[in-house]
């Protein structure tokens, strides 16, 4: 079984940064390929949204509330996927979420594969 577990949120006053990780545990030696890694976020009494996305070929999709403050990257090797986060705003509170896409652990194939979240908070 292959999860995610994602780390690095916490409080953090407006203006600030932080930079959240995500990597694949289980049986991740087995992990052949990802297609797609990303950030998706749900704020209090809100739907999830997707943050970020990032495909293993480099192309990457942003929402237009982060543009030019959040940037993703990933590392194949280690089946990770990061997301750095300047200039936060109070508005971009909330539990942040790894997701992987199309993930092949042979005899595997998963479609989507959840992390459990991961809290940031930013004070205003």
């Known amino acids: 079984q292959v999860r995610l577990v994602e780390s690095g949120g916490g409080l953090v006053q407006a203006g600030g940064s932080l930079r959240l990780s995500c990597a694949a545990s289980?049986?991740?030696?087995?992990?052949?390929?990802?297609?797609?890694m990303g950030w998706y976020r749900q704020a209090p009494g809100k739907q999830l949204e997707l943050v970020a996305t990032?495909?293993?070929?480099?192309?990457?999709t942003y929402a237009d509330s982060v543009k030019g403050r959040l940037t993703i990257s990933r590392d194949n090797a280690k089946n990770a996927v990061y997301l750095e986060m300047n200039s936060l705003r109070p508005e971009d509170t909330a539990v942040y979420h790894c997701?992987?896409?199309?993930?092949?652990?042979?005899?595997?194939?998963?479609?989507?594969?959840w992390g459990q979240g991961t809290l940031v908070t930013v004070s205003s």
């Open positions: 289980g049986n991740r030696r087995n992990i052949v390929s990802i297609n797609t």
């Open positions: 990032l495909t293993d070929n480099g192309t990457t």
């Open positions: 997701n992987a896409a199309d993930l092949f652990a042979p005899p595997h194939r998963y479609l989507e594969v």
